[in-house]
């Protein structure tokens, strides 16, 4: 199958760069801007939850889950094992993902009809997400009935499929909602042009995370039984195709909550730079650059009002004026 043999690169380049991104993340918050927080532990965790869900991936394919020509290290049992353990690492992932970035969107909000609403949503997203979590881990006994070893019995799959049903499109309500929510909280926020395509350009990500939820509940609903079997074509590559959709949502959420925080970083190299060209000869004045890089990163952050932090309370803009949102 040609999508089988293209996953391999997908998940790949989907973990290099999330990692790329979010420790990138990582640095800038807690070197440039001196706030490490919660949201930061999170999302930390959700990419280490992730890189699980694409090592159970790429062994599910190495066995030979979704290929069409036999090879000497194939194993169908393995390969349905690994791809099946898949599944609520998936889940989990998604679960941690949506409280980071919940934690995040607490972080920049300030007002309480807001603060209510990402509570509630996500509480209605963990409800089923946890359910179906744990439905899929204890659904057969011993799970390895699951995979087709050994005898036991399972539940009925209407039942897992039934909060599969529940589970995608509460994720697509919560996804949406947490494109969208950005806008409402900086809508009356004045900020310059070019931060105003920066905003669009990092919403226009979580939307396409959604989109990718969206797609992916088409073909949830084509799985009909548990797969048991390579030997069902169809049903295995629509498997892949689920799986697909899933690794592009979460690589896409992850991005998008990476780079928020990353512009500072971004903005404080091209200050060092600017500050290196301008040499030593520079007037103090001139020079207030790379002074401000030598104090410490608590003062940076107070003295430097140039800084943007979407993860803040406070929207600072580039012309060094403060923007404060409505309070609580």
């Known amino acids: 199958m040609a999508i089988a043999e293209s996953m391999k690169a997908l998940v790949i380049a989907a973990a290099v760069i999330d990692s790329v991104g979010l420790g990138f993340r990582a640095f800038a918050r807690s070197r440039v801007q001196g706030s490490f927080g919660y949201d930061d532990v999170v999302l930390l965790l959700s990419l280490i939850s992730y890189v699980v869900f694409v090592a159970f991936t790429l062994v599910a394919l190495h066995y030979g889950y979704g290929s069409l020509t036999p090879e000497p290290w194939h194993d169908p049992t393995q390969a349905i094992k690994f791809f099946i353990l898949g599944q609520p690492a998936y889940v989990l992932t998604s679960i941690i993902v949506k409280i980071g970035i919940a934690l995040v969107l607490i972080r920049i909000n300030v007002q309480r009809p807001i603060w209510h609403c990402i509570v509630v949503s996500l509480t209605l997203f963990l409800i089923p997400a946890t359910i179906l979590f744990f439905l899929l881990i204890l659904q057969c006994h011993p799970i390895s009935v699951y995979w087709g070893v050994g005898s036991g019995s399972c539940i009925d799959y209407s039942i897992v499929r039934t909060s599969v049903f529940v589970f995608s499109a509460a994720d697509i309500a919560a996804n949406f909602l947490y494109s969208s929510l950005p806008i409402i909280i900086l809508y009356s926020v004045q900020i310059s042009l070019h931060l105003r395509l920066s905003v669009i350009f990092l919403l226009g990500i979580g939307f396409l995370s959604s989109i990718a939820t969206a797609i992916r509940f088409k073909y949830v609903v084509a799985t009909s039984s548990r797969n048991k079997t390579l ?8 498997s892949l195709t689920v799986i697909a959709w899933s690794h592009v949502e979460i690589f896409l959420a992850i991005l998008a909550t ?15 730079i600017d500050a290196w060209r301008r040499g030593s000869t520079s007037s103090p004045k001139e020079d207030n650059g790379l002074a401000d890089s030598r104090l410490p990163t608590g ?30």
Do not use: C, F, W
């Not at 030997?231 to 629509?238: F, P, S």
């Not at 990476?258 to 060092?272: C, F, H, M, T, Y």
């Open 258 to 272: 990476s780079l928020i925080a990353v512009r500072p970083l971004i903005k404080r190299g091209g200050e060092l």
């Open 231 to 238: 030997a069902k074509v169809e049903e295995t590559e629509n």
């Open 299 to 328: 003062s940076r952050r107070i003295r430097d009002q140039r800084v943007i932090d979407y993860d803040s309370r406070a929207l600072l803009i580039d012309d060094g004026g403060r923007v404060r949102l409505p309070h609580m």
